[in-house]
């Protein structure tokens, strides 16, 4: 139950660590410090994280990479709307 706890916990603490970029982003409409190879190879990684813990049924897994990947989105999106392509 503990390491449940720990695995919740680093899940919630590594999601929120993207809500304030999302919001300086939405805020700022400025994209440049953002990376396409980086938000793409993140939310890839990320995606494949959510698939592994669908397969081992881990929820802390599951809800911390499928939150990951709501926030990702956004900030991938305004990169394509905002950003300079190839930039």
Not at 30 to 58: A, H, K, N
């Amino acid at each position: 139950m503990l390491f449940t706890f720990i695995g919740f916990a680093a899940g919630a603490l590594t999601t929120l660590a993207f809500l304030p970029q999302v919001l300086h982003t939405y805020r700022s409409k400025s994209v440049d410090g953002l990376s396409y190879t980086t938000l793409v190879t993140f939310s890839v990684g990320v995606l494949l994280w959510f698939i592994y813990g669908v397969y081992l049924r881990s929820w802390p897994m599951i809800l911390a990479n499928g939150l990951t990947l709501v926030l990702q989105l956004p900030l991938l999106l305004m990169k394509l709307r905002y950003g300079r392509l190839g930039a």
